[in-house]
């Protein structure tokens, strides 16, 4: 879909604030997720001083953490730092510890597709313990079906949530609030607001350096070991985000790839495989070992061949109802496909895309250039 960029008067931190502001307006209970991360953290920052302020009432505040497991020791303890500030303003806090359901992108090679956050027939293994004041049970949870985002708008009904996502992070979260014309509404069906929704990453850190909002290191290791900026993202381990830089991590936390393998035994394929398709990977390493530079991959070929036995390749219900969207797509888009939209389709497929997550952009991608050409065809080459 068409998107159209409209310009404001007012910056963002302005925009931000009011938009808290109007949500706690409402006199209902406010809940603020919490991830540790910077986006959560900078819609943490802009709450938290509304209520040093006295511009909001924070008895009207819950803040709410997922707690993932698998997550680092320094995300962990910015969360607790965080957790201490709204308790010490009278907001309350609630650290859920609870068994849903995550992709686990380490399962290529069994039938189970799944992570369940601290299983507790795992026991044993889990990553690390809860903290004592957790949340580890909840009547509206159905345990190890529910993920956190089926789970969590059910217990927030009564009221709004803020929560940090922005538009401008992935085309999927763009054209999903362009549909939902956030500009004039400002909230969904499930009675979520983005206060934040039309930050840059720039305005990201630009905010939080503003504010001396102390970052989680783990932003530093990753910068550190060559992350691109745009990609800095902090996510439980097991998601195909964070799984392809736990190798480079070992080097400032020891022990952690050993406690990750222990509790997720195909883990070690992160060791093995980081610099490969099964991580979307494009390195001169990789095509080097692949044979690439030598002799160029005929991707149009190898989609054909796996989309005449698919059975062979995907061994789960969802592993083949994403394969068979994906075999649509390349019957649909065959006269205008380029090699590398070839090559985009096969690194999509392979490495798993449970959200669709690379099918959407790639689908954006090939329907604008499709767009774009028929519009300078029309116009005689001008745009």
Known sequence: MAVKYLRSDMDVVTAAKTRIRNAFKNGVPVYM????????????????????RGEIDP?????????????????????????????????????????????????????????VCWDKRKRDVWVRQPP???????????????NYQSFMPRICMDGITLTGVRAKESVQR???????????KGITGRRQMYPIYDWST??????LRDEGVEIPKIYFYLWQSGTPRNQLRVSQFF?????????RMNEYYPDLMERIIRRE???????????????????????????????????????????????????????????QKYRHFFIRMGVVATDKDYQDMYDGLMRGDPKFRSFRALYKKMFSAYAMNAKKARGGGKT
């Open 33 to 52: 997720s919490f991830s540790g991360g910077k986006d959560s953290l900078s819609l943490a920052q802009l709450t938290l001083d509304l209520i040093r």
């Open 265 to 323: 035994p195909n883990a070690y394929l992160a060791a093995l495989y980081w610099d490969s398709e099964m991580f979307g990977r494009r390195t001169r390493a990789r095509r080097k070992t692949e044979g690439e530079d030598a002799a160029p991959k005929d991707y149009k070929a190898m989609l054909i061949r796996i989309f005449a036995d698919m059975p062979r390749y995907f061994n789960t219900p969802h592993k083949m109802a994403v394969a």
């Open 174 to 184: 763009l054209e999903y609030m362009a549909r939902m014309n956030l500009g004039g």
């Open 202 to 207: 720039n305005d990201v850190w630009l905010y």
């Open 59 to 115: 008895s009207l505040l819950t803040a709410q953490f997922v707690d993932e497991e698998a997550i680092f020791p320094c995300i962990e303890q910015t969360v607790k730092d965080w957790r201490r500030k709204f308790l010490y303003v009278g907001a309350k806090f609630e650290w859920f510890c609870v068994e849903v359901k995550h992709f686990n992108c380490f399962n290529e090679l069994s039938e189970e597709e799944t992570f």
């Open 132 to 146: 004592p004041f957790a949340i580890t049970e909840h009547p509206l949870l159905r345990p190890r079906i529910d």
């Open 239 to 247: 998601s195909v985000d964070t799984a392809k830089s736990l190798v």
